[in-house]
C-alpha cells in the first residue's frame, strides 16, 4: 500500500516537472499598454461677463500619445442664460466634416485630420466659439461636452 502511495506521487512530481518549466521559460507578452488619455477642455475656464456681452471660449485638446484622425464636438449650455452665436474650427484640425450647427442649448461640429497618413497629435485649438450672457445670474453657468463628443484615434477602434 505505502508502495503505490510512494508510485503515484513520484508519477505526480515527473508530470508536475516539466509543465513547470515549460511555464517559467515561456516568455511573457505584453500586449496591451494603458491607453494614453487624450483630452477636450475649455479655455478659459471661466469667464465673468455682463448682460448683453460676448466672449469666446477655445475648445483645446492635448492627444497626449494619441494619433487624432476626427472630433466630434457636442456642448451643451443653459439657453436662458447664454446664446451662442456661432462655432468655428480651429488651427489643430484644416478639415470640417460637419460645418458648426448653433442650437437651442446646443453646440455641435465635427473636424477632422486632412487624412488618416498624417493623424493630429500634441495640444492646439479644436474649435472656437462665440457666445452672448443673455441673463443675470447668482451662480455660475456651465459649458459642458455631452456624452456623445467623440475623438477617433488610430489604432483604438471605437473607443471613445
Do not use: C
Not at 475656464?45 to 448682460?51: D, I, P, R
Not at 442649448?105 to 497629435?121: F, K
Not at 443673455?134 to 455660475?140: E, K, V
Request: no cysteine.
Amino acid at each position: 500500500m505505502k508502495r503505490v502511495g510512494l508510485i503515484l506521487v513520484s508519477l505526480l512530481l515527473f508530470a508536475a516537472l516539466p509543465a513547470t518549466i515549460f511555464l517559467v521559460m515561456r516568455n511573457q507578452e505584453i500586449r496591451n499598454k494603458a491607453a494614453p488619455a487624450t483630452t477636450l477642455s475649455l479655455n478659459p475656464a471661466t469667464v465673468s461677463k455682463a448682460v448683453g456681452e460676448d466672449f469666446t471660449l477655445e475648445v483645446k485638446m492635448n492627444t497626449a500619445a494619441n494619433q487624432i484622425v476626427a472630433v466630434e464636438l457636442n456642448l451643451t449650455f443653459d439657453p436662458t442664460k447664454l446664446q451662442a452665436e456661432w462655432i468655428h474650427n480651429g488651427t489643430m484640425f484644416p478639415n470640417i466634416l460637419s460645418s458648426g450647427t448653433v442650437g437651442n442649448g446646443t453646440l455641435s461640429m465635427a473636424v477632422g485630420a486632412t487624412n488618416t497618413t498624417t493623424p493630429i497629435t500634441g495640444t492646439g485649438t479644436v474649435a472656437t466659439i462665440k457666445f452672448k450672457a443673455l441673463a443675470a445670474t447668482s451662480s455660475p453657468v456651465s459649458v459642458r461636452f455631452s456624452q456623445d463628443t467623440f475623438v477617433g484615434a488610430l489604432g483604438e477602434g471605437n473607443v471613445n
